[in-house]
């Protein structure tokens, strides 16, 4: 079956604009994740949505960060006011359990 | 708090020589440790999860344990495919991962 997807799959903008990154995760699973990575790094936590809520939001940066997921399924990534050291790679991930948890290649950000 | 240290860095085998990669993790309330691989460019992609110490789980040439401290992930006879970087995340007890920075293994032909 298809595994996650997320688009686009690169993203340039410049300093100030609103970015909104999407992630499609597999069919039936009901945990979403959303993950940024920077070069040479692990993924870093933002943010856990179990069904449509956020269950864990602890790892968003600061309030220019927003996820939400309306209908339990696809999720938007909303980053307002972007700033260069947003750039990175933001990863989805979704589980239908804690056995283990499966990403999507990724969107490369970009803030000029 | 929370930490997760891999190591090497780095690692560089000749095709057939076995290793073992370490993670080192202080994570409260441990319900679990996830070990991923990286391929440049890609998302994490699942390997094993392991929930107790002294558990092992195996796939192909790898091999995961876990100890209440560490978690070594065991190549055995590697191939220039198992080139990528491998990610371990402790999972604490608020189902939080924390992804250590990686071992990045070259296997050279």
């Known amino acids: 079956g298809a595994g996650v997807s997320q688009t686009p799959s690169n993203k340039v903008t410049e300093k100030g604009k609103y970015v909104e990154l999407r992630c499609d995760p597999i069919s039936g699973h009901t945990a979403l994740y959303w993950y940024r990575q920077s070069l040479g790094q692990g993924p870093e936590f933002l943010i856990y949505?179990?069904?449509?809520?956020?269950?864990?939001d602890s790892g968003l940066p600061n309030d220019r960060f927003f996820a939400v997921r309306p209908e339990g399924s696809v999720s938007t990534l909303k980053i307002q006011r972007t700033e260069r050291g947003d750039s990175a790679v933001y990863l989805c991930?979704?589980?239908?359990?804690?056995?283990?948890?499966?990403f999507g290649p990724g969107t490369r950000l970009t803030v000029l | 708090e929370d930490q997760v240290t891999q190591s090497p860095e780095a690692l560089r085998l000749q095709e057939g020589e076995s290793s073992s990669l370490n993670c080192s993790y202080t994570?409260?309330?441990?319900?679990?440790l996830f070990w991923y691989r990286q391929d440049p460019g890609k998302g994490p992609e699942f390997l094993f999860t392991l929930y107790s110490a002294g558990e092992e789980k195996e796939k192909e040439r790898l091999k995961a344990t876990l100890t209440k401290k560490e978690s070594f992930l065991h190549i055995t006879a590697p191939k220039p495919e198992d080139s990528a970087t491998y990610l371990c995340a402790p999972c604490d007890g608020a189902n939080n991962l924390f992804f250590g920075t990686g071992t990045r293994l070259t296997v050279i032909p």
């Open positions: 994570v409260s309330g441990l319900r679990g």
């Open positions: 949505f179990q069904g449509t809520g956020a269950a864990d």
């Open positions: 991930a979704s589980s239908a359990n804690r056995e283990g948890l499966f």
